[in-house]
């Protein structure tokens, strides 16, 4: 890793919901990038932005300005054609917005206290939801329509969300998943499971949405880290990959279902060749956790996400011999940094720094 400065020079950083294209706010604008080629793709220099988030791979960009100038304010979600570059409709709201998340049919702003949810087409709301105080705007959303869930904070004093369906506006479940309040929670892009961690940062645990059970339970570490992103890997179904960021500096790798392989469950045969959901102790086997360490600077935000992944069978047995995955980071110190990894049949890892390139100076006639 290089020694990059660790002032932040981002305000904001996301992916689009299949991990294609990512965008980033700046104090000058916003700016969106292919994943795959590292090329930018758009610039607006306008003003600085602390939510850009787009649609999948269309020109529809939601953005939210920082309140420097009249024209930006952070109560103002405008919802924006990269392609014609006109604005085509704007919301505004009596507090700052401190989250917006998109599908194909729904629109997710999320408040201080409240969330709202709208038709994307039309923009008409189809629910106002009350929350507990979420001054830091937590939420994860899944974009399947057939499993389409947002989750929100559910208590200021323990880790608890609240999960909603917002296809049929109506809650779905209460999962109590830590002592402490939570810090960060995903939801895997099919909306089958939530990975959540507390203020606390050193539990991290998965449950399946359909009945609020517990599946996985992994220890991060020993003492306490702020968890800045969780990301389930692009998998339609298991086995996948767990990732995490923290201020540790270091990205912690966790993988799910390995034990329903034979070759992998050798390594653990009492406990984690027996996983079903709901039947798990509350610290998952240690060889089933990798750590990048030092891959990004301590104390810097990241953002980390497994893209792609590639499980390698044998073909007369079926059984695993290897996982390879693409992880994407994007720092706030304004990097972006691409990783092979690789996970053999004796559990170990190996991996590569294959691209790093400056998010700030990057231009438009040449891909990173």
């Given amino acids: 890793m290089a020694n990059h400065s660790s002032s932040p020079s981002l305000l904001c950083a996301s992916f689009n919901q299949d991990h294609s294209y990512f965008a980033v706010g700046t104090r000058d604008g916003v700016r969106i990038f292919d994943t795959n ?29 920082a ?76 974009p399947c329509l057939d499993a389409c869930y947002l989750a929100l904070p559910a208590s200021t004093t323990k880790g608890s969300a609240l999960l909603y369906n917002v296809m049929d506006c109506h809650l779905h479940c209460e999962i109590e998943a830590h002592r402490s309040p939570l810090a960060a929670m995903v939801l895997s892009s099919n909306g089958m499971y939530i990975a959540t961690a507390s203020e606390q940062g050193t539990i991290i645990r998965v449950h399946l949405v359909s009945d609020a059970t517990k599946s996985y339970s992994f220890r991060r570490g020993t003492y306490p ?32 279902g390995f034990a329903s392989h034979p070759r992998w469950s050798k390594r653990s045969s009492g406990f984690l060749g027996s996983i079903i959901p709901g039947a798990v102790n509350d610290v998952l086997d240690p060889a089933y956790h990798h750590v990048l360490h030092n891959a990004v600077s301590a104390g810097v935000k990241s953002h980390a996400i497994i893209r792609k992944v590639e499980n ?7 059984e695993l011999l290897a996982c390879r995955a693409i992880m994407s980071v994007i720092t706030y110190n304004g990097y972006f940094q691409e990783y092979n990894l690789s996970i053999d049949a004796q559990n170990e890892l190996s991996w590569s720094l294959v691209r790093e390139f400056n998010l700030l100076t990057a231009t438009m006639d040449k891909a990173s």
């Fill in 67 to 142: 309140g420097d100038q009249p024209s930006l304010s952070p109560r103002r979600l405008c919802l924006f054609n990269t392609t014609t570059g006109a604005a085509l409709r704007e919301l505004n709201f009596l507090t700052s917005i401190l989250a917006v998340r998109m599908n194909r049919q729904r629109l997710i702003v999320i408040l201080q206290d409240k969330a709202y949810v709208y038709e994307i087409n039309s923009l008409t709301i189809l629910d106002t939801i009350d929350t507990v105080p979420n001054i830091k705007g937590l939420c994860a959303f899944s």
């Fill in 312 to 318: 390698v069978t044998n073909s007369s047995s079926s």
């Fill in 225 to 256: 880290s702020t968890i800045f992103s969780l990301s389930f890997g692009p998998s339609k179904q298991l086995p996948d990959i767990l990732a995490a960021s923290s201020s540790s500096g270091s990205i912690h790798l966790f993988t799910l």
């Fill in 37 to 65: 080629t590292g090329r930018l793709c758009y610039e607006r220099a306008v003003g600085a932005f602390v939510i850009a988030e787009m649609l999948f791979s269309s020109s529809l960009l939601a953005i939210v300005g």
